[in-house]
Structures are given as C-alpha cells and as structure tokens.
C-alpha cells in the first residue's frame, strides 16, 4: 500500500475520509476510547483488510461504530435493559454485544461467525463527524498491531501502522484512554460485563439498580481483552511496586513517585487517559515497575489492562 494519509478533522478531512471509507480503504480515527482502525462494516475485503493490517488472529469478532441510535438500530434490536443502557451512554464508551438482525447486512467476518455484533455510538466529535458524513456501519478494532498497546494518539496509529493503512484522521489525543466497556446479556436479559472500560460497573448499576453480572468465569468469549497477554509492551512488566529495582523504569500513582506518574494527585480519571501513553512511552524500556492503583471504579479497568500488560507472553 502507498502511503498512509495524515488528514485532519475538518469538513474537508472527514469528506476525504468518508470518502475512503465507501472505497473500502481502512481510516483510522479518534474516539474517546483510543484510535479506531475502521472499515465499511459491509465490506468483506475492507473488513478482511483490518486483519491484515493488525496482523490479527481471526476468531476475534469486531465492534460495529455507528453514528446514532437509529442507525444501530438497522443492525440490532434495542430493547429492555440494553435500550436503558444505550439511553443513558449512548453516545459514549459503551459497546452493547445484541442479536444481529437477520437482514443486517454486516459482513460475517466482523462478527467472526457469530450470532451476535458488539456495537457503539462514540462521543467523540470527529468519529460523529465522520460516521455521519459515512452514513453506515463501520468496524473497528483498536488501531494497533495486534497483541500491542493500544493507541491513543494519531502518532501512536502511524507508529504501528504507517503504509499499511488508508489514513488517519488526527484530532489529537483520546481523552477516556481506555477501551469502551462491554456489555452482553444472558438469556433472561440482565447485564454481564464483558470487558470494563471508561463505563464503571457503579455507573451501570446507577441506571440498572443492580450491578452487571462479572465477566463469565472460562467463558469462551474470544474477546482479545480476554487473552491474557493482550496489551503488551516490549519490557517485562512489574505490577505494585512501591520502588524501582536495577533496570527497571517506574511509573508512579498518587503517593508513590517514579520517572513519570499515572497521576500524580491519584485522579483515576487522569490515569485512564495517561495509561497506554506512558506504556507507549517507555515501550523499549526492558523493564517497568508500575506503582499499586486502587480497584475501585476506573481503578478496575486500569488494573485489568496492567494485569494483561504484565502477563507471561506466549
Ligand atoms: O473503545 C473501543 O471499544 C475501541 C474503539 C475503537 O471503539 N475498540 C476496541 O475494539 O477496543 P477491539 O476490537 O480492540 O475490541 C473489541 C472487543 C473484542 O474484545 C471482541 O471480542 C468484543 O469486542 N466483541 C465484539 N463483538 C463481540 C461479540 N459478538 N461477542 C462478544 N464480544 C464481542
Ligand atoms: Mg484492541
């Protein structure tokens, strides 16, 4: 492929993306999450390409971004517990995992075979930008090679991905910094989590008046989230430490200092959003020490993704 766009988030860079987009070249985009690596979701080649691009194993179905409620709602039903959770996040850092519809016309390869499309509407005003100019569905994984850290940053894509992809569309950097959360339902309706993300378990059970299930224990959800050593930099990694040892950079939290810090008032929020940037940041380091961060609301998706960042590579 030649190479890869830089277009920028105004009219005339979301048209050239939209553009693209119905050529069935890949663009990644913002959203608040991280950077999405999209393709018409109806396009089996363009869809086909995303794989090729990442690199990625094929069993791993992909999340449909559409534009509004409407315009999910051509794919899947929204009803009961899943239409009050699109209400209250939509649009934000929600995928809702639903039925598709019969005459939905998302290629099979977005949904790996199955049954069912995880699906979301994003915030961010250059992915609603550029979705409404599209005016379809479009799949998108995280922008990155796979098995490596997700990107938060246009520069983060092109690191990964330059040549091998249409373009990016640059709005600057993501502000949730982790993936969306994932939520499925089981057969009488209620929520499980799937994945955590910006989206806590507090927040669904504020909506929902009770909290979502936990993710299935050897559920055989093929999510990447759930191989374990998904978001991985090149170092070994070192979970709860108060202090680096020989060879190690340290990443601080709160009251434990380092060579940088997740957030330095111990603001959960600002943590999410640095995560995968330090990580990118000391990713040819040989080893990180990363300081403990509290389980509690964003502090549980952040864990999950250190707990996968520092899991034995296979
Ligand atoms: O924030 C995000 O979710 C980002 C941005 C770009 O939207 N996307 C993202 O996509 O993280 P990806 O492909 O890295 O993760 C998609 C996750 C996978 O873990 C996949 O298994 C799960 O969604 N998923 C998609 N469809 C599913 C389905 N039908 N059943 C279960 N899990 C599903
Ligand atoms: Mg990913």
Known sequence: MSKTLRLTADPDGIARAAALL???ALVAFPTE???GLGADARNDQAVAGIFAAKGRPQFNPLIVHV???DLAERHVALTGTAARLAEAFWPGPLTLVLPLRPDAGIAPLVTAGLGTVGIRVPAHP?????LTKFGGPVAAPSANPSGRISPTAADHVLAGLDGRIGAVLDDGPCGVGLESTIVGFDETGRAR???PGGITAEDIAGVL???PLPPEAGGKITSPGQLLSHYAPRGRVRLNATAPEDGEVMIGFGPVPGDTSLSESGDLAEAAANLFRMLHLFDTAEAIAV???PEEGLGAAIND??????APRN
Do not use: F, I, K, S
């Not at 250059?126 to 550029?130: D, F, I, P, S």
């Open 291 to 293: 300081a403990p961060v």
């Open 67 to 69: 534009a509004n409620r």
């Open 33 to 35: 999450t991280v950077y």
């Open 193 to 195: 989590l799937l994945r």
């Open 22 to 24: 119905g050529d069935g």
């Open 305 to 310: 993704r250190l707990r996968r960042a520092a």
């Open 209 to 211: 008046g009770e909290r």
């Open 126 to 130: 250059a992915a609603q930008a550029l």
